[in-house]
Each structure stands twice: as C-alpha cells, then as structure tokens.
C-alpha cells in the first residue's frame, strides 16, 4: 500500500457519459498530479494540484476537469467520454508542490468506455 | 520540447543472466531523474532519484547510473520477481512547478 487512494479500481461506461475519479493523497502530501496511461502513449500528465490551487497543466482535454478539496483530496472529472479515453488513470502526490522528496503513486484507475 | 526515450522497448533475460536498460533525455534544466518499477495493473513504485552527472544509487540487484544525456539501470544477476516495466521519468520546469515527463519504459521478463 503506496498511501495513495484512488477509486474505484475499475469503471465501465458509455459514450458520451461523466465520471468522476477520486483521489487521496498520502498523509501528509499537499500536491496531487494526475495522469493517463494508455498502451500506445505511455503515462501523460494531465494536471497538477498543489494546497487546493492548480499548479500545472499538461495535456488535458477541455472535456476533462479536476479540482482538489480543502481536506486535499483531488477528483478528475471526465465528460462526454470516447472511446479513445479508455485507459489506466493514476494519481500521484508529493510533499511539496516541486517534488523535491520524490512521487507516489496511487493503484490507479481502469476506465473502459463501451 | 522535453523527450524521454527508453531502450530497448523489451527485454528478455534469463536469470542470472546481468543487463543495462537506457534512459536517454534532452530537457532544459533537468531537476532530477526517476527510476520506477510498474508490475502490470498497478501503479509506478520508486526506485531511485539521481540529481547530477556521476551520481550513482544502489538497491538490491539494482543500480542507477546519471550522466548529463542518459540513465542507466542496471540489473545484476536478475531473478524472475524482477520483471517488470522499468519507467524513466525526468523532472523539469514547467510554468512554476516541476512535472516529471516519462518514457515509454522498458518491459523486462526473467526466465527461471
């Protein structure tokens, strides 16, 4: 157990529906960065949160949102799903919000648009 | 713009059998560089952080070498619980924070 939670562990959808994946960082952890790993694209960073604001941004689609809570707590919100969202989501968190002390991740979460 | 390239794309050993796998980069201003090790179906889980040319870390059968092009990792006298895909992953700026950027990573399978 990384200390990184994420949920659920699998999701199965339709097209054109939202989800919502969730995460929660490691205990004392103030940054979270979210990331999609599909087979032909490798792990792409989407975005990064750090104490509630957003910090960075990397390629996220306009269809997709996320947001970290007060108690540190992120949610990456997916909408209007494709097929081609399918693939594994992982949430990740640090320390600090430069990583300086290193990336845990969490055990992911498999989305499969149907 | 930032690249990772991992090499080879897969590898098969036997065991006992030692191997390097390559991590080769151009960033601007590398912070540092991450080895991982992903088991399929689960999540990245750290190995070593190297932050400048000439640094090495050790781990077991494992060690990681820097240089200010590439990273090496390693394997020495592998056994079949190390087969895994080994991600690279290198920090850099971007806006104000730094994101690690990831390679494709390296599949390694042991045989008994």
């Known amino acids: 157990d990384s200390g990184v939670t994420q949920t659920p562990k699998h999701l199965i959808t339709a097209t054109g529906q939202r989800v919502t994946l969730r995460c929660s960082p490691r205990?004392?952890?103030?940054?979270v960065y979210w990331y999609q790993q599909s087979l032909d694209q490798g792990l792409q960073f989407l975005i990064q949160?750090?104490?509630?604001?957003?910090?960075a941004k990397g390629n996220i689609l306009e269809r997709f949102s996320a947001q970290q809570f007060p108690d540190l707590h992120s949610e990456l919100n997916l909408s209007s799903l494709e097929l081609g969202d399918s693939a594994l989501y992982f949430c990740?968190?640090?320390?600090?919000?430069?990583?300086?002390?290193?990336?845990?991740f969490g055990s992911g979460t498999r989305l499969t648009v149907v | 713009e930032d690249q990772v390239t991992q090499s080879p794309e897969a590898l098969r050993l036997q065991e006992g059998e030692s191997s390097s796998l390559n991590c080769s980069y151009t960033?601007?201003?590398?912070?540092?560089l991450f080895w991982y090790r992903q088991d399929p179906g689960k999540g990245p889980e750290f190995l070593f952080t190297?932050?400048?040319a000439g640094e090495e870390k050790e781990k077991e059968r494992l060690k990681a070498t820097l240089t200010k092009k590439e990273s090496f990792l390693h394997i020495t006298a592998p056994k079949p619980e190390d087969s895994a895909t080994y991600l690279c992953?290198?920090?850099?700026?971007?806006?104000?924070?730094?994101?690690?950027?990831f390679g494709r990573g390296t599949s390694l399978i042991v045989h008994p």
């Open positions: 960033v601007s201003g590398l912070r540092g």
């Open positions: 190297l932050y400048s």
């Open positions: 949160y750090y104490n509630g604001e957003e910090r």
């Open positions: 205990s004392g952890d103030l940054s």
């Open positions: 992953a290198v920090q850099a700026p971007s806006g104000g924070s730094y994101i690690p950027t």
């Open positions: 990740a968190s640090s320390v600090d919000g430069q990583g300086d002390y290193g990336y845990t």
